[in-house]
């Protein structure tokens, strides 16, 4: 584009209106009135205005040659990615929903899904999704083994969890609060007890013990902060106070363990598919990121002590892979526990899994203390708030709404890491899935892409509804503070 | 100037609200902060200037321990500031701040900035919170900005807030560090404003600060630091006509040339 030389002051001829004569133009300028507010370009709004910041976006200057083969260059592109979008799409969707089998009426089996050629009745040719082999293998993708008499508690567990996390979500419904309350400290006791059937063999003593511990605990910690404890104790009290309420708690757990609901146990040997999946992210999701909180503020912390701790932690967890740690709790792990001891091989699954995700974690929230403004801390401390107080109210809220992305990137790692734990010989959706392959009685060339299709399509599902609710979050998240 | 406390006791003289005795700070090597001599009474309102990096904004930061001195004795309201963390949240429960950056909570929105440390650390109840809190909004006169978020205010209205939410916390001492540095000429004033009005109203401060037409108006003594020590302090017409120290001299042709 050529430069235009704009001139200070209009000529005189140009005026439109008679100059008052007490204005010199030679000196400067007046302007006598304002210029027009004019309407918009057709580059600027509606259909045209995104055709050209969307489509033509680089297409702006037609002066040129080079500029003109640009632009071809560009449209040619768009029209390609465009017809290879609609021809891989139309092609999935035919093999998943418009070519594909739906029913097997007869009970065919495999036949149901051959061509004329391998001994079917399908056309020659015919190659998409074999519904009825899924519709078969159901029961065993999304529960494994678990007994059919007692599904209902699977159910009931999904259910109940669905309905108390749609209900924090949904903004306008009340009680939100308390309701989340329960979702992380109720339904996982409840979740527990319904799956495995509860009724294990917790001595009262032990109960009674943790009970005792706790309160004693509780104790020391409101000694210390009535004043009867001084110095560097005086903050041992602190901890010792709120280990208390944990022990508590924890013995609170225990003795709900310990009730006999009359439900069936159910050996977590023979829970798979679907549900393992979900209890491990689910469990590994929840439980690593106020670990992940914690290790982040002890790396930070002015205490040399817990600064160590933490970071030799975060180094080892993120300097092994998970698969290591996987194989490392299922075969290393019963050498050094005592005789007969045997810890459930899902659990010792659940704990390798929730520590290696605190420690990655951990480092995306220390990022985003990192990026609070130093000033945030001096203000939180200038008007007196103490540490903990400071952290909950001012540098966490903004820290961890700076890494939402960062967060829900490492929630749907973890989700889709869980697929590890089958290497351990625990059945998850994919572990699943694979073995329904085996069965010969399902045998068509399109068997694996179905089963794979099937898993591949659940993944995507909860992933993406993942990472939706997060840009859901953080524009909610930002509307409230960004101007 | 009255004597500072030489009792170890927590018994609070109502009087001098700080009292500073041969205070040193080092950054690592640089010594920042020099025998520092200072002691101020209820109601006296000092202005602190000097050149950049002569150590005002830190002097009035160890005062509330955001910065920490490592000699001399410190003394607000009549509270050893030590590194008893007990002493230093009764202190920081006194004294208030006001930055250059205003350091506004983005996230929460003007009122409740302001509503935050009367709950949390005077355990105040929340709707008599939320009285003081439109109080003291009112008193800066943005009342009417309580719903906002700090990212839809003006410069200077983010300042008001600022000191509408260190006042919630009902201080003894107000400080201020560099308060209208950061703001447009138009916003100057109505900060300015504002903080002569809490000076006419008998508030305790220590501010430091470029805006020498303020510290005409409103200040006890002007103090005047290079180097981290303090070169000279007096009454403010004696202080401008009539600056004893040459380095005052040329500090003031500086600032008062332009």
């Known amino acids: 584009m050529t430069r235009k030389v704009i001139k200070a002051a209009p000529k005189k001829t140009t005026m439109k209106k008679a100059i008052p004569s007490d204005i010199d133009t030679q000196a400067g300028y007046v302007r006598i009135e304002d210029a027009p507010l004019l309407p918009p370009p057709p580059s600027e709004v509606g259909v045209t205005g995104w055709l050209y910041k969307n489509i033509f976006a680089s297409m702006s200057d037609f002066g040129s040659v080079a500029a003109a083969l640009k632009s071809v260059f560009v449209a040619a592109s768009t029209l390609f990615i465009l017809y290879f979008l609609i021809t891989q799409i139309s092609g999935l969707l035919d093999f998943a929903i418009f070519s594909a089998v739906w029913s097997d009426p007869e009970g065919l089996k495999r036949q149901a899904c051959w061509t004329v050629e391998q001994g079917g009745a399908l056309p020659n040719g015919w190659h998409a999704a074999c519904w009825p082999f899924i519709e078969a293998k159901a029961k065993f993708i999304f529960y494994g083994a678990y007994p059919n008499d007692d599904l209902w508690r699977v159910n009931l567990t999904y259910a109940l969890g669905g309905f108390m996390l749609a209900w924090v979500m949904i903004e306008r419904l009340p009680y939100r609060k308390i309701v989340g309350i329960l979702l992380l400290t109720v339904y996982p006791v409840m979740a527990t007890v319904l799956l495995t059937g509860g009724a294990f063999s917790i001595s009262t003593g032990t109960i009674g013990v943790a009970t005792i511990l706790g309160l004693a605990l509780i104790t020391i910690g409101r000694l210390g902060k009535a004043g009867y404890v001084s110095g560097a104790f005086g903050d041992l009290t602190m901890v010792a106070g709120v280990c208390g309420w944990l022990v508590i708690l924890f013995a609170a757990v225990l003795a709900v363990f310990a009730i006999d609901f009359d439900l069936e146990a159910i050996d977590t040997r023979d829970w798979g598919g679907l549900l393992i999946t979900l209890v491990v992210a689910i469990t590994g999701i929840v439980a690593s990121l106020p670990l992940g909180i914690l290790l982040a503020l002890g790396r930070r912390s002015e205490m040399p002590v817990a600064r160590f701790l933490c970071t030799v932690f975060i180094e080892f967890w993120r300097g092994v892979p998970l698969i290591t740690v996987l194989f490392m709790a299922s075969v290393m792990l019963p050498l050094f526990m005592p005789e007969g001891v045997n810890f459930d091989m899902l659990l010792r699954a659940l704990i390798g899994v929730t520590l290696f995700s605190a420690a990655y974690m951990a480092e995306v929230v220390r990022g985003g203390l990192q990026a609070i403004d130093k000033g945030q801390y001096e203000g939180a401390d200038a008007v007196g708030l103490s540490y903990w107080q400071s952290m909950r109210l001012i540098i966490l809220p903004q820290a961890l709404t700076h890494v939402i992305p960062g967060i829900v990137n490492t929630f749907i790692g973890l989700f889709k890491d869980t697929a590890l734990v089958s290497i351990v010989g625990i059945f998850d959706l994919l572990g699943a899935a694979q073995s329904t392959l085996a069965d010969a009685a399902w045998s068509t060339p399109v068997q694996g892409l179905t089963g794979y299709l099937v898993v591949a399509v659940i993944f995507f599902v909860f992933c993406f509804g993942m990472s939706r609710y997060s840009m859901f979050m953080e524009r909610k998240l930002n509307r409230s503070h960004k101007s | ?258």
């Open chain 2, 1 to 258: 100037m009255a004597q500072p406390q030489n009792t170890a006791e927590q018994s609070i003289d109502q009087k001098t609200i700080v009292s500073m005795r041969n205070v040193n700070k080092w950054f690592g090597q640089f010594h920042v902060l020099r025998d520092i001599n200072l002691s101020v009474d209820k109601g006296e309102r000092i202005v602190v200037c000097g050149p950049s990096g002569s150590g005002k904004s830190t002097l009035i930061r160890c005062l509330n321990r955001l910065e920490k001195h490592q000699d001399g004795d410190i003394f607000v309201h009549g509270i050893e500031l030590n590194n008893d963390v007990k002493n230093i949240d009764e202190i920081r429960r006194e004294v208030g701040m006001v930055f250059q950056h205003f350091n506004l909570f983005p996230h929460l929105s003007i009122l409740e900035n302001c509503m935050l440390a009367p709950i949390w650390v005077r355990k105040t109840p929340r709707a008599e919170a939320e009285e003081i809190a439109m109080h003291f909004l009112t008193r800066v006169k943005i009342p009417e900005q309580a719903s906002k978020y700090p990212g839809q205010l003006s410069g200077g209205q983010q300042q008001r807030v600022a000191i509408a939410r260190a006042l919630c916390m009902q201080p003894q001492l107000m400080l201020f560090d560099e308060p209208t540095s950061a703001l447009d000429p138009e916003m100057i004033k109505e900060v300015l404003d504002t903080m002569v009005e809490l000076a006419d109203d008998g508030m305790t401060m220590i501010c430091v600060t470029h805006e020498m037409g303020f510290a005409r108006r409103v200040a006890d003594r002007v103090i005047f630091m290079d180097e981290g020590q303090i070169v000279e302090q007096n009454e403010p017409e004696a202080f401008f006509n009539n600056p004893q120290s040459d380095r005052t001299k040329l500090f003031l042709s500086q600032i008062l040339g332009h």
